[in-house]
């Protein structure tokens, strides 16, 4: 197996067939505020309580720098999701975060996407190229995991189309939309890792 000396980070700029998935950075604020102001109601029911400033131009521009720093530093991984030919809409988003190395080699993923663009097969491709990248020997973490709520039937399905298998249920995991919800926890395991293989620690 053609393993890295070192895990290192994923690059910050992926490509798909329709799709560019470009790390955070401050010029991308505008057109993430866009995003967001789109999709409030859309993306409520599924997401965490935000701060009042959260849509406001200076307050997501501060996000995308703590991120840039988070990024480089292999602590959390954000991708925006634009069309090739339409660099300035961003549709989406997906995350990797809580990134463990050591005997652990995970993380856990996330993503949305805009209203107008559901059905498409969007996501499916944006995740396939993100996890290309995270299972590839140059990034070669060994675990993904999702927390889907029970009643979000896309989320559901991409985890299904995707081949993540369903490991069980967490009572109360996320506060969501006023209250504590269930989840269940999906999970995907790098299929070039030997299960003998030990991690670089």
Known sequence: ???PV???NPASLLQSERLQLEASHP???PA???FHQRNLAHLAPWEPPRSADFLEPVATEARMNAEVSAFAHGQM???WLTRHGEPTEVIGQCQVSQVARGVAQNAWLGYSLDAAQQGQGYMQEALHCLLDELFSPRVWLHR????VRPDN???LRVMERMGFREEGLCRDYLF???AWRDHKIFALTNPAWDRTEPPLI
Do not use: E
């Open 1 to 3: 197996m053609n393993t």
């Open 32 to 34: 993430i505020c866009d």
């Open 153 to 155: 039937a896309p989320s």
């Open 144 to 147: 993904i995991q999702v927390a």
């Open 27 to 29: 010029l991308l604020a």
């Open 77 to 79: 991984w954000r991708y």
């Open 176 to 178: 969501i939309a006023g």
């Open 6 to 8: 070192a895990p290192r």
